[in-house]
C-alpha cells in the first residue's frame, strides 16, 4: 500500500524554480519576483516597484528555494475543512467513511474528528473540479438508512475510503456481504463506487497476476492454487525448476509472501521435469519482516494449508502469521499465487501511483538492511515525476495496457479505480533484444482498495487532524487530491455518455 506509515513526500524529482539560476552571469530580478526575494533576503527597501536587485547564480538558487517552501500562498489558499459545493455542480459525488465501533477516533486511519485525514482533501479535490461532494458515514446498525440515500440515486458515484477489513471489526454479522451487495445495486443503477467490490476482489486479488501474465505488465509463468491438491502438485513443480515466490492473497506489508529457494540439490534444467519430494529443504523468506526459515517442502506447505499448529507435520515456525492461505475457500478469497522469484528486486520496486488513467507520481522502493522486501518499512523511498526519463519506458507500456487491463481483469465497463497503484519488480529481458534495453518491468501486484494518500494519513491516529499536515506535504498531497477530483470528474461524465 501507499501506506499510511512510510512518510515523507520529498521529493527526488525535479523542483525548478526559475530559469533564472540557471544562465552563467548574474541577472537582474525585476517587479514581483524580486520583491520575493528580497523578503526572502531580509531586504526591506522593496517599495520601488522598479526594483533591480543584482545578485550571482548561487545566491539566486539559495533564494528562490528559501522562497519556495516560505511561501505558500503561492500555491493557492488552505483548506482544512470541507469546502462549500457549488450551486450547480458538474457532478454529485460522496465520500463514505466508517467508524469501527468503540474504537479510538473510530480506527487508527482516522483522526480525533472521526475523518480519515485524507478524506477531506479528496471531497475537496472533486469540489475544486466542480462538483458538489458530502462526507458520509456507514453505521453497520443503520444499514436500511443508508441504503435507502444511497438508492435514491442522489449521487453520481461513491468514493469509499474504509480499509479493508474494517467492516468486520466490531460489527453485526454479514456487515461486510450486506455493504457490498447495496454497492452492486447502486451500480446496477447506473451509480459508481470507487473502488467496486468486483474491482476489489479481481483486481485486487493476488490471482489478478494470473490473468495479466501474457500482457506486457506481465510475467507468463504465474500460477494460481485454489486448493490443497492444486498447491502441493504445483509448488513440488515449479520450485523444482526455479526460486519461487508464494504469494497469500489475504493480509498486507509482505504478510504470508514467502520467497523460496531449494537448499537440497540442484534445479531441474526444464519446467516439468522433476517434482519436488515432501523431505527436500527450502530456504524461505518472509517479506513483512525478511527472516528466514528453514523447513522441508512438506512442513512449508502443511503450514500454507493447515498452519503452524501440527508440530509433528509443520515443524516449528517463527513466523507471526498462522499460515493457512487457502483457509475459506476460492469464494472467501482463498488463494495462493506462484510467481518466478525476481533476484532483481533487490534494485527495488518501483510503484507507480494512478488516479484513474493518469500516473501521479513514481515512487521506487529499495529494500533496506540487505532484504528484499520493499514493502513499507522495509524500505527507502524515491519520488519521481511521472515525467521523468527514468521510467518512461515502463510507463509508456503500462498506458498502452490499460485499455486492455480492465478487459483482461474481467471487469469490462468498470471505471479505472479512482487512486490505484501498480507496482513493478525489475527483471532481465525475457529474450535477448537488440535495442539496448537491459531491464523489463512486471507487476508484482496491484492496489486498489482504499489506497492511503501517506503525506495526509501520516498524522492520523491520534490527536492531530488535517491542519496539522505540514504545508509542504500537505500541497504535495494536494497535487493528488486535486487530481483524483479531476478525474472523478471525466470519468464521471464519461460514464454517463455510454
Ligand atoms: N516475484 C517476485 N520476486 C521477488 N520478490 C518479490 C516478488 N513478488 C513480491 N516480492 C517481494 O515481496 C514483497 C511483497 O509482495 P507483494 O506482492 O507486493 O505483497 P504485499 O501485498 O504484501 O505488498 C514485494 O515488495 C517484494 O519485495
Ligand atoms: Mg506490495
Redesign the pocket.
Given at each position: 500500500?501507499f501506506s499510511a506509515t512510510s512518510r515523507v513526500f520529498s521529493k527526488a524529482g525535479v523542483r525548478s524554480f526559475s530559469t533564472a539560476a540557471s544562465a552563467a552571469r548574474p541577472r537582474a530580478l525585476v517587479g514581483a519576483a524580486a520583491a520575493a526575494v528580497g523578503i526572502a533576503a531580509g531586504y526591506t527597501g522593496y517599495a520601488n516597484e522598479c526594483l533591480k536587485i543584482e545578485i550571482d547564480d548561487a545566491t539566486a538558487k539559495k533564494l528562490l528555494a528559501a522562497l519556495s517552501t516560505a511561501a505558500p500562498a503561492a500555491k493557492g489558499p488552505r483548506y482544512n475543512e470541507l469546502m462549500p459545493s457549488p450551486a450547480d455542480p458538474a457532478a454529485k459525488v460522496c465520500v463514505v467513511e466508517f467508524n469501527i465501533p468503540g474504537a479510538k477516533n473510530g480506527g487508527t486511519d482516522k483522526g480525533p474528528n472521526g475523518h480519515r485525514i485524507d478524506s477531506l482533501p479528496i471531497a475537496n479535490g472533486v469540489i475544486k473540479a466542480g462538483g458538489a461532494c458530502e462526507i458520509i458515514k456507514y453505521y453497520d446498525t443503520k444499514h436500511a438508512e443508508f441504503a435507502k440515500l444511497v438508492m435514491s440515486m442522489k449521487y453520481d458515484a461513491l468514493i469509499v475510503r474504509i480499509n479493508p477489513g474494517q467492516l468486520s471489526q466490531k460489527t453485526l454479522p454479514g456487515t461486510q456481504e450486506r455493504f457490498d451487495t447495496l454497492m452492486n445495486e447502486f451500480i446496477s443503477k447506473g451509480g459508481i463506487v470507487w473502488s467496486s467490490p468486483d474491482v476489489q476482489t479481481k483486481m485486487g486479488a493476488?490471482d489478478a497476476?494470473v490473468k495479466i501474465a501474457n500482457m506486457g505488465c506481465g510475467?507468463r509463468d504465474t500460477l494460481a492454487y485454489y486448493t490443497a491438491e492444486e498447491l502441493i502438485t504445483g509448488f513440488k513443480k515449479t520450485c523444482a525448476f526455479q526460486p519461487?515466490?508464494i504469494?497469500q492473497n489475504r493480509?498486507?506489508?509482505?504478510?504470508?509472501?514467502w520467497?523460496c529457494w531449494l537448499c537440497s540439490g540442484k534445479y531441474c534444467k526444464t519446467y516439468g521435469e522433476k517434482s519436488l519430494t515432501d523431505g527436500e529443504y527450502l530456504k524461505l523468506m518472509e517479506?513483512?519482516d525478511n527472516h528466514i526459515e528453514y523447513h522441508t517442502v512438506g512442513e512449508f506447505l502443511e503450514f500454507c494449508i493447515n498452519g503452524p499448529d501440527n508440530k509433528a507435520k509443520a515443524g516449528n515456525w517463527s513466523s507471526v502469521f498462522p499460515g493457512k492461505y487457502l483457509d475459506g475457500g476460492k469464494a472467501a478469497g482463498g488463494q495462493l499465487?506462484d510467481?518466478?522469484?525476481?533476484?532483481?528486486?533487490s534494485e527495488g520496486?518501483v510503484r507507480i501511483l494512478m488516479a484513474g488513467d493518469t500516473c501521479q507520481k513514481i515512487i521506487h522502493?529499495k529494500?533496506t538492511g540487505g532484504?528484499?522486501?520493499?514493502?513499507g518499512g522495509?524500505?527507502e523511498y524515491t519520488y519521481y515525476e511521472p515525467s521523468d526519463p527514468k521510467y518512461a519506458d515502463l510507463l509508456a507500456k503500462l498506458m498502452k495496457d490499460i485499455p486492455q487491463l480492465m478487459k483482461v481483469l474481467d471487469l469490462d465497463g468498470q471505471p479505472l479505480p479512482l487512486i490505484w497503484t501498480a507496482?513493478y519488480?525489475p527483471?532481465d529481458p525475457e529474450f535477448a533484444r537488440t535495442d539496448g534495453v537491459d531491464t523489463e518491468y512486471?507487476v508484482?501486484?496491484f492496489?486498489c482498495s482504499c489506497v492511503g494518500i501517506s503525506p495526509f494519513q501520516a498524522v492520523c491516529g491520534g490527536e492531530k487532524t488535517l491542519a496539522d499536515v505540514p504545508d509542504a506535504d500537505y500541497y504535495d498531497a494536494s497535487e493528488l487530491t486535486d487530481l483524483m477530483g479531476v478525474k472523478a470528474i471525466a470519468m464521471i461524465k464519461a460514464h454517463k455518455a455510454k
Amino acid at each position: 500500500m501507499f501506506s499510511a506509515t512510510s512518510r515523507v513526500f520529498s521529493k527526488a524529482g525535479v523542483r525548478s524554480f526559475s530559469t533564472a539560476a540557471s544562465a552563467a552571469r548574474p541577472r537582474a530580478l525585476v517587479g514581483a519576483a524580486a520583491a520575493a526575494v528580497g523578503i526572502a533576503a531580509g531586504y526591506t527597501g522593496y517599495a520601488n516597484e522598479c526594483l533591480k536587485i543584482e545578485i550571482d547564480d548561487a545566491t539566486a538558487k539559495k533564494l528562490l528555494a528559501a522562497l519556495s517552501t516560505a511561501a505558500p500562498a503561492a500555491k493557492g489558499p488552505r483548506y482544512n475543512e470541507l469546502m462549500p459545493s457549488p450551486a450547480d455542480p458538474a457532478a454529485k459525488v460522496c465520500v463514505v467513511e466508517f467508524n469501527i465501533p468503540g474504537a479510538k477516533n473510530g480506527g487508527t486511519d482516522k483522526g480525533p474528528n472521526g475523518h480519515r485525514i485524507d478524506s477531506l482533501p479528496i471531497a475537496n479535490g472533486v469540489i475544486k473540479a466542480g462538483g458538489a461532494c458530502e462526507i458520509i458515514k456507514y453505521y453497520d446498525t443503520k444499514h436500511a438508512e443508508f441504503a435507502k440515500l444511497v438508492m435514491s440515486m442522489k449521487y453520481d458515484a461513491l468514493i469509499v475510503r474504509i480499509n479493508p477489513g474494517q467492516l468486520s471489526q466490531k460489527t453485526l454479522p454479514g456487515t461486510q456481504e450486506r455493504f457490498d451487495t447495496l454497492m452492486n445495486e447502486f451500480i446496477s443503477k447506473g451509480g459508481i463506487v470507487w473502488s467496486s467490490p468486483d474491482v476489489q476482489t479481481k483486481m485486487g486479488a493476488k490471482d489478478a497476476l494470473v490473468k495479466i501474465a501474457n500482457m506486457g505488465c506481465g510475467l507468463r509463468d504465474t500460477l494460481a492454487y485454489y486448493t490443497a491438491e492444486e498447491l502441493i502438485t504445483g509448488f513440488k513443480k515449479t520450485c523444482a525448476f526455479q526460486p519461487r515466490v508464494i504469494k497469500q492473497n489475504r493480509g498486507s506489508a509482505g504478510e504470508g509472501i514467502w520467497l523460496c529457494w531449494l537448499c537440497s540439490g540442484k534445479y531441474c534444467k526444464t519446467y516439468g521435469e522433476k517434482s519436488l519430494t515432501d523431505g527436500e529443504y527450502l530456504k524461505l523468506m518472509e517479506m513483512n519482516d525478511n527472516h528466514i526459515e528453514y523447513h522441508t517442502v512438506g512442513e512449508f506447505l502443511e503450514f500454507c494449508i493447515n498452519g503452524p499448529d501440527n508440530k509433528a507435520k509443520a515443524g516449528n515456525w517463527s513466523s507471526v502469521f498462522p499460515g493457512k492461505y487457502l483457509d475459506g475457500g476460492k469464494a472467501a478469497g482463498g488463494q495462493l499465487v506462484d510467481q518466478r522469484l525476481l533476484p532483481r528486486i533487490s534494485e527495488g520496486e518501483v510503484r507507480i501511483l494512478m488516479a484513474g488513467d493518469t500516473c501521479q507520481k513514481i515512487i521506487h522502493k529499495k529494500p533496506t538492511g540487505g532484504g528484499l522486501s520493499a514493502v513499507g518499512g522495509n524500505s527507502e523511498y524515491t519520488y519521481y515525476e511521472p515525467s521523468d526519463p527514468k521510467y518512461a519506458d515502463l510507463l509508456a507500456k503500462l498506458m498502452k495496457d490499460i485499455p486492455q487491463l480492465m478487459k483482461v481483469l474481467d471487469l469490462d465497463g468498470q471505471p479505472l479505480p479512482l487512486i490505484w497503484t501498480a507496482d513493478y519488480i525489475p527483471k532481465d529481458p525475457e529474450f535477448a533484444r537488440t535495442d539496448g534495453v537491459d531491464t523489463e518491468y512486471v507487476v508484482g501486484e496491484f492496489n486498489c482498495s482504499c489506497v492511503g494518500i501517506s503525506p495526509f494519513q501520516a498524522v492520523c491516529g491520534g490527536e492531530k487532524t488535517l491542519a496539522d499536515v505540514p504545508d509542504a506535504d500537505y500541497y504535495d498531497a494536494s497535487e493528488l487530491t486535486d487530481l483524483m477530483g479531476v478525474k472523478a470528474i471525466a470519468m464521471i461524465k464519461a460514464h454517463k455518455a455510454k
